[in-house]
């Protein structure tokens, strides 16, 4: 941690019981949310890793600059809210699809936590509410020293925990509940994705339990938004716009109440 002496921010932190469950498809279903409720909202990831090639639609549909695009920007920038360029958007963008501390120290690119946090604060402010996506869990290590629960520490943001409904997830929700109480940072909600393993047959009992562990009441339950990544890394197309923008709408709904409720905590605070 950076201070004690935390931000003002207004928004919120969604973060993960491991990488894949769903960050993404969250983050973009509660701005789309938070749009519809007539909120000003911006969707950010602070650090990102693993571009596409071939990034004509960025440029061409978005408005985004450069040859390369990462996958969760494009799904934020699509889910509406305040249009921001990758830049503003992401602070640390990393080609390479591995653990951003690795992806940095190969690409040569110095992870300054204090230039992270004033990224995110500067972008925030352009808005009346910012939904700040993590990368991977929550303890995915930034810096020496430093990772990111840290980061939504020193942004001062309640958390809201994605957890993907498989074997092994209820540990894994329960033991980030701990970490995240023990950083002082509150948790404001949490959502079962049901679409990381359709196979898996106890999700009522995994939510049940997660819900008896954390003391905290399942937020919303999203089905199938696990799909739809791009797979050849060689940059989106119409088909997986649509697959997206289909996403979007339907956790849009289902994160309807979670987002409103977000929403009406951060005006109380502001």
């Not at 992806?103 to 352009?126: F, H, K, N, Y």
């Amino acid at each position: 941690m950076l201070t004690n002496d935390r931000t003002s921010l207004v928004g919120v932190w969604v973060c993960g019981t491991d990488t894949g469950v769903g960050k993404t498809a969250v983050s973009a279903g509660l701005v789309r949310a938070l749009s519809l409720l007539g909120c000003r909202v911006v969707g950010l990831k602070p650090v990102v890793s693993g571009s596409l090639t071939g990034g004509s639609v960025g440029e061409e549909t978005l408005g985004l600059a450069g040859d390369d695009c990462w996958e969760d920007l494009l799904r934020l920038s699509l889910a509406g809210g305040v249009p921001l360029p990758d830049a503003q958007r992401a602070a640390v963008r990393l080609h390479q699809p591995v653990a951003p501390r690795f992806a940095a120290l190969t690409e040569g690119v110095a992870m300054d936590p204090m230039q992270i946090v004033r990224s995110v604060q500067q972008a925030g402010s352009l808005a009346e509410f910012a939904v700040v996506e993590g990368v991977g869990g929550l303890r995915v290590p930034l810096a020496q020293g430093y990772d990111t629960a840290d980061l939504a520490h020193d942004l001062d943001l309640p958390a809201v925990l994605v957890v993907g409904l498989r074997l092994g997830c209820i540990n894994h929700a329960l033991l980030t509940g701990e970490a995240l109480s023990s950083r002082g940072i509150r948790l404001a909600g949490w959502v079962a994705n049901g679409g990381i393993d359709p196979a898996y047959g106890w999700k009522d009992e995994t939510i049940a339990a997660i819900e008896e562990g954390l003391g905290v009441a399942c937020s919303a339950r999203l089905g199938r938004l696990a799909t739809g990544r791009i797979l050849d890394r060689e940059g989106p197309d119409a088909a997986w716009l649509a697959e997206v923008e289909s996403q979007c709408a339907a956790a849009a709904v289902a994160l309807g109440e979670l987002a409103a409720s977000l929403w009406r905590h951060g005006e109380s605070a502001g």
